[in-house]
């Protein structure tokens, strides 16, 4: 049996239960910091490294506007400066027969910002408005 690269195109994003078409995914990144450290009573003359901290790179979302759907707006709309609305999501990468073949559970996001779509008489393209979500966590799973 030939086993072959995972395809990128056909996945799902859950959250608050619902399913919610998107037409791309990106800023999936994980990042530990380096922290530097010697003491002085250390035969060597360099540092040591050490893993510091986790980071996570803010998710964006993109997707094709619907007639009255403003879901990305309200949920951008009720944050408010100290108190975020956060939701924890889903991204699954799905195979052939629709089954989660990686899981990414992402904590406690909320809305960045929240882009519109460019209007243009001129092009016949499809509507698309974005959202950039910060988070404080993020978790993959092969399945």
Not at 24 to 34: A, P
Not at 91 to 116: G, R
């Amino acid at each position: 049996m030939n086993v072959y690269p995972l395809t990128r195109f056909h996945f799902e994003v859950e959250w608050g239960g619902s399913h919610v078409g998107f037409q791309e995914v990106s800023g999936l990144d994980f990042t530990t910091e380096v922290s530097e450290y010697r003491h002085g009573a250390m035969r060597e003359h360099n540092k040591i490294k050490v893993p510091g901290m986790r980071t996570y790179s803010n998710i964006t979302l993109k997707r094709g506007i619907l007639p009255k759907d403003n879901e990305f707006y309200l949920w951008w709309n009720s944050t408010e400066m100290d108190k975020p609305v956060r939701r924890d999501l889903t991204l699954k990468l799905l195979n052939e027969k629709h089954e989660p073949v990686i899981v990414w559970q992402v904590k406690n996001a909320w809305p960045l910002s929240l882009k519109s779509t460019d209007l243009n008489a001129d092009d016949s393209g499809i509507a698309v408005e974005t959202l950039e979500i910060a988070h404080e966590g993020l978790v993959m799973e092969h399945v």
